[in-house]
């Protein structure tokens, strides 16, 4: 633990040359410390040996929380201790012992990496600063495994083998009948049988006096929990170190009240499962006599049937149990901050171990993210991110971002001339060093909309990050001019870019955040950087590695983006990467006024509906709107459950927007435009949405896929869709379809869209997809719902797709008669099978799509388009069941594959 002897309070003493407005907490620091991360206050308590205890105690909790919650302050205050002032050697014992006790929770040769301490007994704080932990930090694990003369405590690996290895369904690796066979019968003061004469890896004995609770609980759960983890074995209560029965009274207790006891003891350890009593444990009581005897009828294994003095030895005998993660004595004691920064104890086993286990992902995911990959960063801590391109997808982004020393995206082109000069001759030319500029970064770090706690101000113009190598990194906060409000946004933007970076990005680097306020409007002369002072030196040392790392984090940061899907399915937050195609169009045009309105086409399963709802997300953000004021319009209503679910825009349907008045609306998102129509003179949504957005100054972007488009005998100009697609940008990574049932879908794909080189964006290949004709569809449809049964894919995980909303009434009552829930409507969200028509399910997808009977009309509907609907629905698994006989013009069959 690194310890630095400095003035507390000592901040910077320069006054900052206009335009800079510093927040009036760095320029008074000597009375009020600017902490740009998780801070925890407490007061010094070491005059005695019993106060250094308890805070030494107090102090591993709070060092424990923070390590989880990525790093912080933890400040204690030398208040009302004038003995430490006269003897600080009353000083120096409270720190080594509290340097003592946090080498439990790192490892000695890195501490400095991770805690260093700031002041000394004459100082009024003494800091700790606290860098993220790279792994989930637990006080005491309470996890045991037994040896030939004691049950010992496992480290952390040992704990994280059991975890990787855990299974859904465990198994018994020593069953009780394979234990030691247990006597009927003992006599006091002589030795145990010989097959039980002397304690192993099977066999343990206590000698306890039983009318104290503490001693019985204590003893009992380390025990089961060391044998259950190894090969078996009883805990023989009553008997002492030497082998000899020593017997426990049971004068004054009640022996089924006994039973009920250890009952409840066993109740508080943690399996990992259900426990079974005779099958997982037993509990054993054996009479204890005075004299030796020859062992009697089937009432000495009676419970509780005492004979001379009422003793008895009690046993628990536990088996050997594999593939559970591990049997714990009590919930492993780890902490961790909570939104109000409140020290907050786990009590949840299942997320304790999910925190902890980072060898071998997360197996709760199962197939749902096997077209996925968890991104590796270097914090086990961090909030996980699944990508869906290569391993090489955030660096190479990092790369591309990062490729000049000005990173600017289209934020500045939105600016006037004179501002975007000032920026570029004042700050982006004279600092040496990397720069990004993003319209919020306190935006891009908060991905849950409802999640923002701090209103934008409207005075904002962008926020620059600069990483200055040798002297730190400074978020500056352009503003039109300058106030409060403004300070208190640059001050917890830098606050929320530090825990994104290490809770999201996985940095677990030492770097603070200094955050400085422009004003816009008297940027005319080159910009002096104020630095916080009151971290230590090494917070603002960085070099270029250092830099590469956080960009890296940074990158992940702005590529991240909620996954609402996912999580669902999963029951807790998982982030998405988006593609770096994706990427470019929110980091080009999301704020270039010249891209105001603005094309996006590619086939399916590129993202098209994703990118429209995280648009909404960000202009909700960014600008402070209410829902009434960013409108989206798509045909179906699965799509449209979507949209309302983010809380941040109104969802409608086309015919409802054309008909309806939206005087609040300043943006609108047009997503399925393929499916688009008009059906008279007057329907005229395209010019009705440009007259909107021209007159608010919004954004309209248009979502189309060309390949989808169905109904062939409306051309352009009848569906309401213009002619020429200007601006238009195009998305060509498919990442919603295994490779399989990609490269079946992709027969359906127009040629032109097909030059244009389509591909997947992930190394998933999924099962191939298996098209039955000729047959009996309803019959087929039972054997393929069963099997996915079998397999483990639930209700929530399949959608039966029909020709038309003409056949949904049949297929359900079947679907029911097989003792399957099904609803018949359009949705992600449903735990049930979801049964509807093929064009009602576009935009949405589930693991596994079962297709009955596609069927072109002839007049309106193509049978390519429609198939490639039908396919690209599917993540994992895709059945199309023909009856009959296959139309003419349908490509040639897969032959009929094995279920698998």
Same mark, same amino acid.
């Given at each position: 633990?690194?310890?630095?002897?400095?003035?507390a309070?000592?901040?910077?003493?320069?006054?900052?040359?206009?335009?800079?407005?510093?927040?009036?907490?760095?320029?008074?620091?000597?009375?009020?410390?600017?902490?740009?991360?998780?801070?925890?206050?407490?007061?010094?308590?070491?005059?005695?040996?019993?106060?250094?205890?308890?805070?030494?105690?107090?102090?591993?909790?709070k060092?424990?929380?923070?390590?989880?919650?990525?790093?912080g302050?933890?400040?204690?205050?030398?208040?009302?201790?004038?003995? =430490?002032?006269?003897?600080?050697?009353?000083?120096?014992?409270?720190?080594?012992?509290?340097?003592?006790?946090?080498?439990?929770?790192?490892?000695?040769?890195?501490?400095?990496?991770?805690?260093?301490?700031?002041?000394?007994?004459?100082?009024?704080?003494?800091?700790f600063?606290?860098?993220a932990?790279?792994?989930?930090?637990?006080?005491?694990?309470?996890?045991?495994?037994?040896?030939?003369?004691?049950?010992?405590?496992?480290?952390?690996?040992?704990?994280?083998?059991?975890?990787?290895?855990?299974?859904?369904?465990?198994?018994?690796?020593?069953?009780?009948?394979?234990?030691?066979?247990?006597?009927?019968?003992l006599?006091?003061?002589?030795y145990?049988?010989?097959?039980?004469?002397?304690?192993?890896?099977?066999?343990?004995?206590?000698?306890?006096?039983?009318?104290?609770?503490?001693?019985?609980?204590?003893?009992?759960?380390?025990?089961?929990?060391?044998?259950?983890?190894?090969?078996?074995?009883?805990?023989?209560?009553?008997?002492?170190?030497?082998?000899?029965?020593?017997?426990?009274?049971?004068?004054?207790?009640?022996?089924?009240?006994l039973?009920q006891?250890?009952?409840?003891?066993?109740?508080?350890?943690?399996?990992?499962?259900?426990?079974?009593?005779?099958?997982?444990?037993?509990?054993?009581?054996?009479?204890?006599?005075?004299?030796?005897?020859?062992?009697?009828?089937?009432?000495?294994?009676?419970?509780?049937?005492?004979?001379?003095?009422?003793?008895?030895?009690?046993?628990?005998?536990?088996?050997?149990?594999?593939y559970?993660?591990?049997?714990?004595?009590?919930?492993?004691?780890?902490?961790?901050?909570d939104?109000?920064?409140?020290?907050?104890?786990?009590?949840?086993?299942?997320?304790?171990?999910?925190k902890?286990?980072?060898?071998?992902?997360?197996?709760?995911?199962?197939?749902?993210?096997?077209?996925?990959?968890?991104?590796?960063?270097?914090?086990? =801590?961090?909030?996980?991110?699944?990508?869906?391109?290569?391993?090489?997808?955030?660096?190479?982004?990092?790369?591309?971002?990062?490729?000049?020393?000005?990173?600017?995206?289209?934020?500045?082109?939105?600016?006037?001339?004179?501002?975007k000069?000032?920026?570029?001759?004042?700050?982006?030319?004279?600092?040496?060093?990397?720069?990004?500029?993003?319209?919020?970064?306190?935006?891009?770090?908060?991905?849950? +909309?409802?999640?923002?706690?701090?209103?934008v101000?409207?005075?904002?113009?962008?926020?620059?990050?600069?990483?200055?190598v040798?002297?730190?990194?400074?978020?500056?906060?352009?503003?039109?001019?300058?106030?409060?409000?403004?300070?208190?946004?640059?001050?917890?933007t830098?606050?929320?870019?530090?825990?994104?970076?290490?809770?999201?990005?996985?940095?677990?680097?030492q770097?603070?955040?200094?955050?400085?306020?422009?004003?816009?409007?008297l940027?005319?002369?080159?910009?002096?950087l104020?630095?916080?002072?009151?971290?230590?030196?090494?917070?603002?040392?960085?070099?270029?590695?250092?830099?590469?790392?956080?960009t890296?984090?940074?990158?992940?940061?702005?590529?991240?983006?909620?996954?609402?899907?996912?999580?669902?399915?999963v029951?807790?937050?998982?982030?998405?990467?988006?593609?770096?195609?994706?990427?470019?169009?929110?980091?080009?045009k999301?704020?270039?006024?010249?891209?105001?309105?603005l094309?996006?086409?590619?086939?399916?399963?590129?993202?098209?509906?994703?990118?429209a709802?995280?648009?909404?997300?960000?202009?909700?953000?960014?600008?402070?709107?209410?829902?009434?004021?960013?409108?989206?319009?798509?045909?179906?209503?699965?799509?449209?459950?979507?949209?309302?679910?983010?809380?941040?825009?109104?969802?409608?349907?086309?015919?409802?927007?054309?008909?309806?008045?939206f005087?609040?609306?300043?943006?609108?998102?047009?997503?399925?435009?393929?499916?688009?129509?008009?059906?008279?003179?007057?329907?005229?949504?395209?010019?009705?949405?440009?007259?909107?957005?021209?007159?608010?100054?919004?954004?309209?972007?248009?979502?189309?896929?060309?390949?989808?488009?169905?109904?062939?005998?409306?051309?352009?100009?009848?569906?309401?869709?213009?002619?020429?697609?200007e601006p238009?940008?195009?998305?060509?990574?498919?990442?919603?379809?295994?490779?399989?049932?990609?490269?079946?879908?992709?027969?359906?794909l127009?040629?032109?869209?097909?030059?244009?080189? =389509?591909?997947?964006a992930?190394?998933f290949?999924?099962?191939?997809?298996?098209?039955?004709?000729?047959?009996e569809?309803?019959?087929?449809?039972?054997s393929?719902?069963?099997?996915?049964?079998?397999?483990?894919?639930?209700?929530?995980?399949? +959608?039966?797709?029909?020709?038309?909303?003409?056949?949904?009434?049949?297929?359900?009552?079947?679907?029911? +008669?097989?003792?399957?829930?099904?609803?018949?409507?359009?949705?992600?969200?449903?735990?049930?099978?979801?049964?509807?028509?093929?064009?009602?399910?576009?935009?949405?997808?589930r693991?596994?799509?079962?297709?009955?009977?596609?069927?072109?009309?002839?007049?309106?509907?193509?049978?390519?388009?429609?198939?490639?609907?039908?396919?690209?629905?599917?993540?994992?698994?895709?059945?199309?069941?023909?009856?009959?006989?296959?139309?003419?013009?349908?490509?040639?069959?897969?032959?009929?594959?094995?279920?698998?």
């Open positions: 633990m690194k310890r630095q002897s400095v003035e309070g000592a901040g910077s003493s320069r006054k900052p040359k206009l335009p800079m407005f510093v927040d009036k907490d760095m320029n008074d620091c000597a009375e009020t410390m600017l902490v740009m991360e998780n801070e925890i206050l407490l007061p010094i308590k070491c005059n005695t040996k019993s106060q250094r205890e308890a805070q030494r105690d107090e102090i591993i909790v060092t424990c929380a923070l390590l989880n919650s990525g790093g302050v933890l400040r204690i205050k030398n208040v009302e201790n004038k003995q =430490i002032n006269k003897l600080p050697i009353f000083f120096d014992r409270w720190l080594k012992s509290i340097d003592e006790a946090i080498k439990k929770l790192i490892d000695p040769q890195n501490m400095s990496d991770f805690v260093s301490v700031e002041g000394d007994c004459s100082s009024e704080y003494v800091n600063f606290v860098t932990a790279k792994e989930w930090k637990s006080i005491n694990l309470d996890c045991y495994s037994a040896s030939n003369c004691e049950v010992t405590k496992m480290s952390i690996s040992q704990v994280k083998t059991l975890l990787s290895e855990r299974k859904k369904k465990c198994s018994i690796k020593c069953h009780l009948e394979d234990l030691p066979k247990l006597p009927h019968q006599t006091k003061e002589e145990m049988p010989a097959n039980l004469s002397r304690e192993d890896t099977q066999v343990q004995f206590k000698n306890i006096n039983i009318s104290k609770d503490t001693i019985l609980s204590d003893n009992l759960g380390k025990y089961i929990s060391g044998f259950a983890n190894t090969r078996g074995g009883h805990i023989f209560f009553g008997v002492d170190d030497e082998c000899i029965t020593k017997g426990i009274d049971l004068k004054n207790i009640n022996s089924i009240k039973k006891k250890v009952k409840r003891e066993l109740e508080k350890i943690q399996w990992g499962f259900v426990p079974q009593e005779n099958t997982h444990w037993k509990i054993t009581f054996i009479p204890v006599t005075s004299e030796s005897s020859v062992d009697n009828d089937e009432e000495n294994e009676k419970m509780g049937n005492c004979h001379d003095d009422g003793n008895i030895v009690i046993v628990i005998s536990v088996a050997g149990i594999k559970s993660g591990g049997v714990y004595r009590r919930i492993p004691e780890s902490y961790y901050l939104e109000e920064t409140k020290v907050v104890k786990m009590e949840d086993f299942e997320e304790w171990a999910a902890t286990n980072t060898v071998g992902g997360d197996s709760s995911l199962d197939y749902r993210t096997k077209r996925m990959e968890k991104l590796e960063t270097s914090s086990d =801590i961090s909030r996980p991110i699944y990508y869906l391109e290569d391993d090489q997808t955030i660096e190479n982004a990092r790369k591309e971002l990062f490729s000049g020393e000005s990173v600017t995206g289209g934020v500045l082109h939105s600016l006037s001339s004179t501002y000069k000032n920026i570029e001759d004042n700050i982006l030319e004279v600092v040496q060093g990397t720069s990004i500029c993003v319209k919020s970064f306190y935006c891009e770090c908060i991905k849950d +909309a409802h999640a923002m706690k701090l209103l101000p409207n005075t904002l113009v962008c926020d620059i990050l600069l990483f200055v040798g002297k730190g990194i400074f978020l500056l906060t352009l503003s039109r001019g300058a106030s409060e409000e403004i300070c208190k946004y640059s001050r917890e830098a606050k929320e870019l530090k825990s994104a970076l290490v809770k999201i990005g996985g940095c677990t680097k770097f603070a955040i200094n955050h400085n306020v422009v004003d816009i409007d940027l005319n002369a080159p910009v002096e104020v630095i916080n002072n009151f971290y230590p030196k090494e917070y603002h040392n960085i070099d270029q590695d250092k830099v590469k790392s956080i890296y984090s940074l990158t992940a940061v702005l590529l991240s983006f909620s996954s609402t899907h996912l999580s669902s399915k029951g807790c937050t998982y982030l998405n990467a988006l593609t770096v195609n994706q990427f470019h169009i929110f980091w080009k999301l704020h270039d006024f010249s891209s105001k309105h094309w996006i086409k590619g086939p399916p399963g590129t993202g098209k509906t994703l990118m709802l995280e648009f909404m997300k960000k202009k909700h953000k960014e600008e402070n709107l209410s829902p009434e004021q960013i409108l989206y319009v798509n045909e179906y209503k699965g799509a449209l459950q979507l949209a309302l679910k983010t809380g941040v825009c109104i969802a409608i349907t086309r015919a409802a927007f054309v008909r309806g008045d005087p609040e609306v300043k943006h609108i998102v047009m997503d399925g435009v393929q499916f688009y129509r008009h059906e008279d003179r007057y329907d005229k949504w395209y010019c009705k949405a440009r007259s909107m957005t021209n007159k608010s100054g919004g954004y309209f972007w248009c979502f189309i896929d060309l390949a989808q488009k169905i109904r062939i005998d409306y051309p352009y100009n009848m569906s309401g869709i213009p002619g020429l697609l238009c940008y195009s998305l060509r990574k498919v990442v919603r379809n295994s490779i399989n049932i990609f490269n079946h879908a992709k027969q359906y127009c040629e032109v869209l097909y030059s244009e080189g =389509i591909e997947v992930h190394s290949d999924g099962c191939s997809p298996c098209e039955i004709e000729h047959c569809s309803l019959q087929h449809l039972g393929i719902l069963d099997t996915l049964k079998s397999e483990g894919y639930l209700p929530q995980d399949i +959608a039966v797709l029909v020709n038309t909303k003409k056949d949904i009434s049949k297929v359900k009552y079947e679907i029911e +008669a097989l003792g399957y829930n099904v609803k018949d409507e359009e949705s992600t969200q449903s735990d049930c099978i979801v049964l509807t028509s093929i064009r009602s399910y576009s935009d949405l997808e693991p596994v799509i079962i297709g009955i009977h596609p069927m072109a009309d002839g007049l309106t509907n193509h049978l390519d388009a429609l198939m490639l609907i039908l396919c690209t629905r599917a993540l994992c698994k895709l059945f199309i069941l023909w009856e009959r006989q296959s139309y003419p013009g349908h490509p040639s069959l897969f032959a009929c594959m094995e279920i698998v």
